[in-house]
């Protein structure tokens, strides 16, 4: 165990830099990530949070909206030359057997999947990394790379709607929504936290901690919704959306744990430095058991006037889901054989059976503008999904079929990225080239992906 | 790779693993000797003969994976407290995984000599030590288990045996990793 002792630390590091990028979003549209996310047709973040837009009219002629567009996966096509997929349960990049095993590409890949092309890869960290052994004296200094150790909680996170089938009449929507929530997080102890951002040298008989917890829910709701024009004309107007969820719980599992090790009365000084421990409860209500159930609701506003647009929309509200028939246990360990006063101990055993329990469902909303002059769109959106804001501004100026386009965001690590990008458009077929920085990798530094996309208006 | 090793080897990647940075380990091992008797090495050699006495003892790393070791230096120093006797006298460091293997010629990390030996003055100067280890036992700073066998190599000369004890004064190594680790 000991040889984890650092290791731990380390893999919160990994994560906890690299996570809260991820939650930027992936774009699949090369348009969108040419402006640096920001939507600025009736579609994509406007519409999935802001009820209000089902009403209003869809533009017309070159800022028309495409109704299908299909990624072209450049990165997949580098990432399967790479490690062939008749090999892939066997790649060494991802085998911890192989000397050639990298969890840090592992992870790159996760938390920025590889759909895309990578232009420029993030660099990692490249300082050295000193560790100060001694018999009861334990240090590590990161260097730069310690800015990259999370003070914060830190995690990944979403609340998806995937799909939602139904019928209009005459403004009235009735569906059912598909709904899915996840998240995770992490949080380090105020020691780990010090031992490696702070490089405080390791105390004997103390705890080094991190904290986690996550959720995962999924179900339906039947929706009875409403949009429409409640004042003005097709040019200048205001929308008005509404929905009313009745949440449906298929299931759901919940886990909070607090998972570290004891380091000894001195360091180095057995066999091994460090007691592992951690404890945890679960709770879950598995398919089949009692749905869960509540209720929530969307609003949405949106105000049209020629050229300018301006919405507001706000998801979940209110969505509390109970669930009548959960099951919880305790989760415990403790390796004893290290203190030598017994052998490894590991349980978990029921708490409560059939008990209720109740989630909550982030609320996540979307405030967007746009102003539209001849052949020129700008457009600004304020995206909050449960985990954190992430601003999107940007543009497209329309040359004959060619599009030229540039943006900047703001993402939840709070750090300025920028897209830049093109189209041209013959008939009803686009195919665009979109370039974006991100910070989705293990660096301080950005990266730039290249997206292609395929659009049919 | 067990999970233990997943941790350090994890830990040593986001260090080294996909740049060119290195890992850097230095390690007291004097404090691992101090207090137990095993940072001094008496010594009681016939005339005219040449013997190695010495200590071992063992020293928990982290353990490296499967990482590259580039250099191990060593800086420290011993005292020669010699009683009586003429001769010469080496301090050798021998490096293993295990007890056994440090009395193996090829755990021969480094030797340093040490001024000739007399019975006056006691103590004798300090001898410095500031040297690389032999590339030859590189391999054994990856593991989480090292021994470390300090020895006095006495040469006794004609007349009296030499008698008396090395101490060591300090010693940490400096043990440098690079290159991609995976």
Sequence with gaps: MRTSVVGLGLVALAVGCAAPAAAQGLFTDARRIGMGGVSIGRSGSVRRFNPAYRAVPARTGLEAQPKLTIPLPLGLIQFFSDHPISQLGHDPTFSPDSAAFNPVQALDYVLNPPLFYEVKQAPTPTNDVTFGIGKNFLQVNLGQASELVPEDEFGLGS???????????????????????????????????????DSVPAQDNTRYNVLTDGIVEAG???????AGRVWGDTATGIYLGGALHYYLGVGYAKFTGDGGFITGPIIFGGTNPVTPDGSGLTQYSKPGHKLGHGVGGDIGIA????????????????????????????????????????????????????????TKLPVSYVANLAY?????????????????????????????????????????????????????RLGGVSLDLGFWTHSNSLSNERAITMATSLSIY | MNAKCFGVALLVALAVGCGEGRAIFNVDVHSFLFGTGRDTVPYLVPASTTLDTSSVQHINLPGAGSSIVDTVHAIGGVTFLNASGLGTIR??????????????????????????????????????????????????????????????????????????????????????IRDKIF
């Design chain 1, 220 to 226: 339906f709701a039947p929706t009875l919704g409403y």
């Design chain 1, 159 to 197: 609340s998806t709607r995937l799909l939602d089938p139904g019928f209009d009449v005459k403004g009235v929507r009735v569906s059912v929504m598909t709904w899915l929530h996840t998240e995770a997080g992490f949080q380090l102890g105020n020691t780990l936290l010090a031992f490696l951002h």
């Design chain 2, 91 to 176: 301090f050798q460091i021998y490096v293993a995984a295990d007890s056994l293997g440090t009395y193996n010629a090829s755990a021969l990390a480094v030797s340093v000599p040490a001024p000739p030996a007399g019975p006056a003055p006691v103590p004798g100067p300090p001898v410095g030590l500031d040297a690389d280890f032999s590339n030859a036992v590189n391999s054994v700073f990856t593991q989480s288990d090292l021994w470390v066998r300090l020895v006095a190599q006495v040469s006794a000369a004609a007349g009296l045996p030499m008698q008396g004890k090395m101490v060591l004064d300090s010693l940490r190594l400096r043990i440098v």
């Design chain 1, 303 to 358: 105000w049209i006037s020629g050229p300018l647009e301006l919405g507001f929309g706000v998801n979940d509200i209110g969505a509390t889901i109970t669930w009548p028939d959960t099951r919880q246990d305790s989760a415990y360990y403790r390796d004893s054989t290290v203190a030598g006063t017994g052998s490894p101990l590991g349980y978990s055993k029921p708490f409560a059976n059939h008990v209720e329990t109740k």
């Design chain 1, 372 to 424: 539209t002059i001849g052949t020129t769109t700008l457009a600004a959106d304020l995206v909050n999904n449960g985990r954190g804001t992430t601003l999107h501004l940007g543009g497209e100026k329309r040359l004959g079929l060619v599009a030229l386009r540039g943006g900047v965001s703001r993402d939840q690590r709070k750090r300025l990225e920028f897209g830049w990008g093109g189209g041209v």
